[in-house]
C-alpha cells in the first residue's frame, strides 16, 4: 500500500470463526481487508507469521490466486495497532456461496473443474518434511531454529532460500494451556513421528490438567478418571506406526492443501465465473497426503454417496411424490453428482489424490490420529474408542494375516462402549431431526438477532427429548445427555439437591 494513501471508510464484516474482519476503502477508491485472529485460531504470532508466508508460496511457487498481502505484523508489541494483523488485498470478484444456488448445473461442474487444476498444482509439488511454511527469519525468531524447504524432486528454477518450515499452528495444539509446554508441534521427517509425537503431547496435557469428571453417556453414577484415557492411548500407540502406510510412495509425500474449501472460501467473476480468489488459507499445513486428500467441504454430499462409476438419477416414483419432496430430490441429486464430478476429474487428473479417494480404508486409518489432539478436554473418548475398535475388527483386510493386531477389547470394554455409544447416537439422532426442521441451529452457533427465539426452542425441544424417556432413569439421563445445557436449570439442580 501507497503510503500517501488514506483509509476514508470502514466497515465490519461478517466474521468468520477465527477472524475478525473489517473492510477499508482508501481515498483512492480501493479497498483493503484487514484481518485479525480470534484467540480460538491458534498462537497469533505463528498463526499470522506461517499464513503470510504461505500466500506469498502460493503466488509464487503453485501461481494460485491467493489475495496479495499489502502489510503484516506478528508481534502486537511493535505496533499501532496492538494486535497481530494482515492487510491484504480485497479478493476481485464474488463469493460462491452468494451465487451457487443461481448458477446452472454445467457452471457449478466448470468451477469443480477449475478447483480440480488448482488440486493438481498442490499436488504436483511435494516436500519432504510435516509442517507449516515460514519466512526463514519470522521463524528463527520465533524458535530459535530453521529448517530449509526441501522437495522430494529436483525442480530447477524453483528457489525456496527465503523460506523456512515450522511448527503446526492449528489451535489444538496450543490451546488450554498447551502454548505453555514444551510439545512436539513438527515439523517431522517421518510419518511416525507425526502420529507418535500427537499421543506423547496428550499423554502430557491429561498428566497436567485432566481431573476426574462425570460422563453421563457413560455413568450416571460413577467418574470417568485420567486412567481412562491412559489406557486408550496405550493402544494408540501400539498401532500409531501402521496408521500412515510408509510402502506406498504417495502416502508420506507432504503437500500444501487448503484447510477448509467452502464455498464462501473461493472468490469467482460474476460473469465468466473463472475463479479470481481463493481466501482463508489461515493453518494451512504441508502434511502427507493420504492425511490431506478428500472431497473438498464445497462439493461434498453430506449423505450416502454410490460407489462407482454411477450417475446418480431420480428415483422411479419420483413424479409420483409431492411437489417438496421433489425438489428435495432434485437438490440432493444435484449435491451428489457434484461430489462424484469432483471425484471424476480427480481420478483423471491427479493420480497420486486418486489412490486415496478410491481407498475405503483411508477414512478408518486417519480416524485416530484427528481424535488424538484434545481427546481429554473434547469428550472425545468414545469415538477414539470407536475408531480403534474398527481398526481392530478390519486388521485383516488392512494388513493382511501376516501381521498381528497388537490391540484388543475385553467383552465387558466393548459391551461398555456399545452402551456408551449408543446413548452418542440417540441424542445426536434427535438433534439431526431438530437441526433438519431447522428448530435448533447447527452447532449452537446462532446470529444475535435469533438468539432469543434459539433459546426457546432448546427449552422447548429439551422437553420434547425428555418426554421419550420411558423411565424416571432414562429421564435423569436424558436430562444429562441433552448438549444445549441452561445455566438456570445447573442452578436450580444444585439448589434442589
Known amino acids: 500500500m501507497e503510503l500517501n494513501t488514506v483509509g476514508i471508510k470502514v466497515l465490519k464484516v461478517a466474521e468468520g470463526m477465527h477472524n475478525k474482519a473489517f473492510v477499508l476503502t482508501m481515498d483512492n477508491g480501493m479497498e483493503v481487508v484487514a484481518k485479525l485472529p480470534n484467540p480460538n485460531a491458534g498462537p497469533p504470532r505463528y498463526t499470522i507469521a506461517s499464513e503470510v508466508a504461505t500466500r506469498k508460496m502460493l503466488r509464487d511457487v503453485f501461481t494460485i490466486p491467493a489475495p496479495r ?11 499501532s495497532v496492538q494486535a497481530e494483523y494482515i492487510l491484504e488485498e480485497k479478493a476481485p470478484g464474488s463469493r460462491l456461496g452468494a451465487l451457487w444456488n443461481e448458477v ?13 487444476g488448482l488440486d493438481c498444482s498442490l499436488t504436483a509439488v511435494q516436500f519432504k518434511m510435516h509442517g507449516c511454511f515460514y519466512f526463514k ?27 523456512a518450515m515450522g511448527p503446526l499452528t492449528i489451535a489444538g495444539l496450543w490451546t488450554s494451556g498447551r502454548g505453555q509446554m514444551n510439545l512436539d508441534r513438527g515439523p517431522w521427517q517421518e510419518p511416525q513421528s507425526y502420529t507418535r509425537g500427537l499421543v506423547a503431547n496428550e499423554k502430557a ?6 481431573k476426574p469428571r462425570m460422563n453421563y453417556f457413560r455413568s450416571l453414577e460413577d467418574l470417568e478418571f485420567p486412567e481412562h484415557a491412559f489406557q486408550l492411548l496405550a493402544k494408540y500407540e501400539q498401532v500409531a506406526p501402521l496408521l500412515i502406510p510408509s510402502e506406498n510412495e504417495a502416502a508420506p509425500a507432504n503437500i500444501l492443501w487448503h484447510p477448509d474449501l467452502h464455498l464462501d472460501n473461493v472468490f469467482v467473476d460474476p460473469v465468466s465465473y473463472e475463479i479470481t480468489g481463493i481466501v482463508d488459507w489461515q493453518s494451512a499445513t504441508v502434511a502427507p497426503l493420504f492425511c490431506q ?3 473438498h467441504r464445497a462439493f461434498r454430499h453430506c449423505k450416502s454417496v454410490r460407489e462407482g462409476w454411477v450417475v446418480p438419477e431420480r428415483p422411479e416414483n419420483f413424479d409420483a411424490l409431492p411437489l417438496d419432496e421433489q425438489k428435495r430430490v432434485d437438490r440432493d441429486l444435484e449435491s451428489e453428482i457434484i461430489h462424484k464430478y469432483y471425484e471424476a476429474k480427480t481420478l483423471k487428473r491427479a493420480p497420486c489424490h486418486r489412490q486415496y479417494l478410491q481407498q475405503p480404508m483411508v477414512p478408518v486409518l486417519r480416524k485416530p490420529i484427528w481424535l488424538v489432539t484434545g481427546v481429554w478436554e473434547n469428550s472425545n473418548l468414545v469415538f477414539l474408542r470407536d475408531a480403534l475398535i474398527a481398526i481392530s475388527l478390519r486388521w485383516n483386510e488392512i494388513f493382511g494375516e501376516d501381521t498381528p493386531c497388537p490391540i484388543k477389547f475385553s467383552a465387558e470394554e466393548l459391551k461398555q462402549h456399545v452402551r456408551e455409544g449408543e446413548n452418542v447416537n440417540s441424542v445426536e439422532d434427535m438433534l439431526s431431526m431438530f437441526r433438519d426442521q431447522r428448530v435448533l441451529p447447527a452447532n449452537g452457533v446462532v446470529h444475535p438477532e435469533d438468539y432469543q427465539t434459539a433459546v426457546e426452542n432448546c427449552r422447548k425441544y429439551k422437553q420434547v427429548f425428555l418426554d421419550a424417556a420411558e423411565n424416571q432413569y432414562e429421564r435423569d439421563l436424558y436430562s444429562r445427555l ?10 436450580e439442580h444444585a439448589i434442589v439437591s
Do not use: H, M
Request: hydrophobic letters at 35%; glycine letters at 4%; a neutral charge.
Open 205 to 210: 496435557w491429561i498428566r497436567r490438567f485432566a
Open 482 to 491: 441433552w448438549p444445549y445445557q441452561d445455566v438456570s436449570d445447573d442452578i
Open 104 to 116: 446452472s448445473r454445467k457452471t457449478k461442474l466448470a468451477i469443480v473443474q477449475q478447483v480440480v
Open 137 to 163: 527469519e519470522d521463524i528463527q525468531r520465533l524458535t530459535g531454529k530453521s529448517d530449509a524447504v526441501q522437495l522430494t524432486t529436483d525442480r530447477r528454477g524453483l528457489n525456496l532460500d527465503q523460506y
Open 69 to 79: 498481502v499489502l502489510s503484516w505484523s506478528c508481534d502486537a508489541t511493535s505496533n
Open 293 to 295: 486428500s478428500g472431497i
